[in-house]
Nanobody
């Protein structure tokens, strides 16, 4: 069993920054992909960014140039540095880990950006 625990969410003003962290624990197999997704009220959960064990990254167009995903494989941790935040970034942010036949989600952390 794998557990994902996110942290770092909060309330900020537009233009400010936040850094999210997600720590994975349990039986984690490599290689794998870790990523961040977000969901706002009335919308489906959507991709923010992903990163492979080897460090290859992928971003949603809406966050390119503002968000940076990174990971520490030794700590089984993935980070999301969010700069120049906008009110439309307001959502619950979820961590995801997957590879092969398995997939796990975290419980989510709220990010609220005020204008």
């Amino acid at each position: 069993q794998v557990q994902l625990v996110e942290s770092g969410g909060g309330l900020v003003q537009a233009g400010e920054s936040l850094r999210l962290s997600c720590v994975a624990s349990g039986s984690i197999f490599s290689p794998n992909i870790m990523g961040w997704y977000r969901q706002s009220p009335g919308k489906q959960r959507g991709l923010v960014a992903t990163i492979t064990s080897g460090g290859n990254t992928n971003y949603a167009d809406s966050v390119k140039g503002r968000f940076t995903i990174s990971r520490d494989n030794a700590k089984n941790t993935v980070y999301l540095q969010m700069d120049s935040l906008k009110p439309e970034d307001t959502a619950v942010y979820y961590c995801r880990l997957w590879g092969g036949s398995y997939m796990y989600w975290g419980q989510g952390t709220q990010v609220t950006v005020s204008s």
